[in-house]
């Protein structure tokens, strides 16, 4: 048989694997370990149950948090674990399709492979939060966009806007900077991104009239307390853990080999969606899921410009961090307990071997509990993973 048709074979039914894992840890994983998860849900019950606005962050975010407390509410965490996994699996396949102009088999299946054995793409996606909804309305946009059905593109980017607020600073690049197949003027681009921020924009409504008109909802909670340093350190250490300890140089030593004849008009944009997306997240270097997009974008970058070795290089040492981690940092938190935030007060370099992504998942399955009443029927079913609609 043909060498790269059973490599093609071999990824595929790698691929297959994963993802059915992917639905069985979304059985099994409950709501999650997420404390934005039951704010969420929230937003939906008290609307339900009384009518009353409620917002689960500072910002709030409608989509999300419609979609997944009426997926939680009615059928439980594997519903919404599921929609969310789900989501993000297709959100994938979308951005491929709309970043490609000749689409091959073969790029899409490294491509997704080597986001699913990212251990941050793979196992943040497997509970009720918000990212991949984001994801898959921004990846449906850019198609339409790509396409130029610009309504649909108008639609799809209202949403991802209302999935995640940050995502105006995607759709924006994309809007402006997307010219593979289609020489728009910039009035015209103008218009459509007009449309997409009002439309956008309508979702957060609600949240500016219960603050009278008054912007500060727009804020974040910044770990600033340490000042810029402190800032940049965390956003340095987040960013090099969330790429992977040796992936980060793996990755650096991809763009040495790319000459300038790589960096099309495709390219330049990925690298302008990455920078913007660093850019966020050093202004608040907090989850590390914050840099999905990046890390989505970073990966396109290197199935269409990076040697084979190196990408297969990176899958493997992925999928050697779902078993272990290389930890170079020896981190002390104020509060180390595992209901506490995660607040770091120092560090020093001391390499150890620590336990991977898929003990990280187990071990942290229990945290809910942290922000339930375990004495209430409620509290019960959250942590039995169980619909929080009680019949009477």
Known sequence: ???KLTEKYLISFL????????FYLCFIGGYGSDEDTLPMIYVFEAKLHDGRFVSSRFTGYPVPEIGIGFLSYFFGSFAANSITFLFHLIGLIIIFLSIENKISFRKLILFLILCLSSPILFFENLEPIDYSWAFLFFSIGTFFYSRKAFELAILSFGFAIGSRL???IFVMLIIFFFNFNQNLSLRKKTIIFFCTFVIGGLFYLPV?????FDLSWLSSARPTEQGFLGLF???SYKTWSALGFIQFFMILLGFKYLTKKDYDNKIKLLILLIISNLLLFLYIPAELSYLQPAIIFI?????????KYILLSLI???????????QFLNIQHKDSSICAPKHAISANFDFKITPGAVQNFFDTRKMIGCWVNEETIRGQRILEGKSLKIYK
Do not use: D, P
Not at 208 to 212: G, K, S
Not at 316 to 326: A, E, P, T, V
């Open 166 to 168: 940050n995502f105006l």
């Open 233 to 235: 350190a965390r956003f």
């Open 15 to 22: 691929i297959v694997v994963i993802i059915s894992y992917g």
């Open 299 to 307: 990966y396109l970058i290197t199935v269409n410009s990076f040697k």
């Open 208 to 212: 500016w009239f219960h603050n009278n």
């Open 316 to 326: 493997s040492l992925n999928f050697l961090n779902w078993g272990i981690n290389f």
């Open 1 to 3: 048989m043909n060498t």
